[in-house]
Every structure is written in structure tokens, then in C-alpha cells.
């Protein structure tokens, strides 16, 4: 277990720098593979021995090498969060392939999403289609017998905030109606501990909110809900199932 728990850190630490990528570029329509990484200050091209995950970071002390202007704590911060969460996913889920390979991939593409919604507001197409396919095509190679019940939870969890959004425009988009669909299709059942969380911590940060502006101005901050449901799929992906089952023996 060991072995697949370090391995799946260092996916986790290389797959992160380009998850940073794909936060910073896609938003701006701009290609992920050219040009290469760059100094988002003085736009000189980063060198291969500057772009080792997190390493780099601290070897050159948050600071471009050329310009020598700070780097963003987000870049090393995004790198060693998608290699810990990796880490935990194989941890919980290193007898079972299946699992491990669907909430991997989950996290993956979760990050971004998170990442972009909290920047711009806006969750991209251009990664809950792929994502909701990916599933889709997952679930049928490694585990069909459970494909109905993702297929299903996918529905369901999407029409439950599709109402929730006919009912409260403001609250939330187009975009959370859609991830909320690739949970349920990544995750099956456990997708509703996903939105439980979503919405508890959801609610918690606005209350927070509130009490540090004020009724009036903390009503009219616009706060991403992309980012909590994220979490909710972290964290079903790490205890959903158990979490289920607990409730239902105690209440079912």
C-alpha cells in the first residue's frame, strides 16, 4: 500500500503544476501546452530546473529568477493540496481499482473547476463535458454493475439543484447544476454526502460572511458555490460510502 500511496503522491505533485496551468490558462481561451510555463510578471519562459513542483518554489524563494518579482504561494499550494489529496484517495481506496481510478480522476478535475469558479465565477464546459464523459466511460470499463446507480445518482443530483436554482437564480449557476451531475456520475450514491457538505460549508462561510459585514452588505457578496461542492466531493470520495452506511444502519 505504501508503494501506491507514494505514487500516487507524485502524480499528484506533477499532475498539480499543470492543474495550475489549466486554472490560468483556460478561463482565457489560451492553448495548455504552448507556450511553456512562463513568469506571469515579465513573461520570460520558466526553465526546466524552475518548474519542479513545490522545490522550485521554495529553492528560489517565492521569486522569478528573471524579473524577480514573487510567485503566488497558490502555485506550490495547488501542487502539494492535489498530491495529499491523491495520497488519500489511494489510501482509502488501494483495494479496490475501481474506486481509486474514479475518485482520482474526480479530484482532478474537481481542482480546476474549483479553482476557475473561484477566480471568475464560472465553472467551464470545457471540463464538466469531458469530465461527465470520462465518468460515463469509466464506470462502464471498470465497474458496470454500479454504472445504473451513478447514472442515476448524475440525474438526480443535477435535477435537485436545477430546481434549486429555478427557485433561487442568484444563488447559483448553470455551472453548479452541472458538476453537481459529474459528482453524482462519478460517485454514485455518496453524491448526496457531496451535497450535504456543499451546503453546510456552504452555509457556514456565508454566516461567516454576514457576521464580518453585516446583514445588508453580506447578503450582496457574491461568494462561488464551485469551491464547496469541490470540498463535497473530496470528501465523499474519501468517507461517502461509510458515512452512508452508517446512517442507514442507525436510521434505516
Same mark, same amino acid.
Request: charged content about 10%.
Given at each position: 500500500?505504501?508503494?501506491?500511496?507514494?505514487?500516487?503522491?507524485?502524480?499528484?505533485?506533477?499532475?498539480?503544476?499543470?492543474?495550475?496551468?489549466?486554472?490560468?490558462?483556460?478561463?482565457?481561451?489560451?492553448?495548455?501546452?504552448?507556450?511553456?510555463?512562463?513568469?506571469?510578471?515579465?513573461?520570460?519562459?520558466?526553465?526546466?530546473?524552475?518548474?519542479?513542483?513545490?522545490?522550485?518554489?521554495?529553492?528560489?524563494?517565492?521569486?522569478?529568477?528573471?524579473?524577480?518579482?514573487?510567485?503566488?504561494?497558490? /502555485? @506550490?499550494?495547488?501542487?502539494?493540496?492535489?498530491? $495529499?489529496? %491523491? #495520497?488519500? !484517495?489511494?489510501?482509502?481506496?488501494? *483495494?479496490? =481499482?475501481?474506486?481509486?481510478?474514479?475518485?482520482?480522476?474526480?479530484?482532478?478535475?474537481?481542482?480546476?473547476?474549483?479553482?476557475?469558479?473561484?477566480?471568475?465565477?464560472?465553472?467551464?464546459?470545457?471540463?464538466?463535458?469531458?469530465?461527465?464523459?470520462?465518468?460515463?466511460?469509466?464506470?462502464?470499463?471498470?465497474?458496470?454493475?454500479?454504472?445504473?446507480?451513478?447514472?442515476?445518482?448524475?440525474?438526480?443530483?443535477?435535477?435537485?439543484?436545477?430546481?434549486?436554482?429555478?427557485? /433561487? @437564480?442568484?444563488?447559483?449557476?448553470?455551472?453548479? $447544476?452541472? %458538476? #453537481?451531475? !459529474?459528482?453524482?456520475?462519478?460517485? *454514485?450514491? =455518496?453524491?448526496?454526502?457531496?451535497?450535504?457538505?456543499?451546503?453546510?460549508?456552504?452555509?457556514?462561510?456565508?454566516?461567516?460572511?454576514?457576521?464580518?459585514?453585516?446583514?445588508?452588505?453580506?447578503?450582496?457578496?457574491?461568494?462561488?458555490?464551485?469551491?464547496?461542492?469541490?470540498?463535497?466531493?473530496?470528501?465523499?470520495?474519501?468517507?461517502?460510502?461509510?458515512?452512508?452506511?452508517?446512517?442507514?444502519?442507525?436510521?434505516?
Amino acid at each position: 500500500m505504501t508503494a501506491v500511496i507514494s505514487l500516487a503522491a507524485l502524480v499528484g505533485l506533477v499532475a498539480g503544476s499543470f492543474l495550475n496551468v489549466v486554472a490560468a490558462r483556460l478561463p482565457k481561451g489560451m492553448s495548455l501546452v504552448r507556450p511553456r510555463s512562463q513568469c506571469p510578471h515579465c513573461g520570460i519562459a520558466v526553465r526546466p530546473q524552475d518548474n519542479v513542483p513545490v522545490l522550485s518554489w521554495l529553492w528560489l524563494r517565492a521569486r522569478c529568477r528573471g524579473c524577480g518579482e514573487r510567485i503566488s504561494a497558490r /502555485y @506550490p499550494l495547488v501542487e502539494a493540496g492535489t498530491a $495529499v489529496a %491523491l #495520497a488519500a !484517495v489511494a489510501a482509502v481506496h488501494a *483495494g479496490d =481499482p475501481a474506486q481509486l481510478v474514479l475518485g482520482a480522476v474526480l479530484v482532478l478535475f474537481l481542482i480546476p473547476m474549483a479553482l476557475i469558479d473561484a477566480d471568475t465565477r464560472l465553472i467551464p464546459n470545457a471540463l464538466t463535458g469531458p469530465a461527465a464523459i470520462t465518468a460515463i466511460a469509466l464506470g462502464l470499463a471498470l465497474d458496470p454493475s454500479g454504472q445504473p446507480e451513478r447514472l442515476i445518482a448524475g440525474a438526480a443530483a443535477a435535477a435537485f439543484f436545477f430546481v434549486a436554482l429555478l427557485a /433561487y @437564480p442568484a444563488g447559483m449557476g448553470m455551472g453548479d $447544476v452541472k %458538476l #453537481a451531475g !459529474v459528482l453524482g456520475l462519478f460517485l *454514485g450514491a =455518496p453524491v448526496a454526502v457531496a451535497i450535504m457538505v456543499a451546503l453546510v460549508s456552504g452555509t457556514v462561510v456565508g454566516m461567516a460572511i454576514v457576521a464580518r459585514l453585516g446583514v445588508a452588505a453580506g447578503r450582496k457578496a457574491k461568494v462561488p458555490f464551485g469551491p464547496f461542492l469541490a470540498f463535497g466531493g473530496l470528501v465523499a470520495v474519501l468517507c461517502g460510502a461509510p458515512l452512508i452506511d452508517a446512517y442507514l444502519s442507525t436510521f434505516g
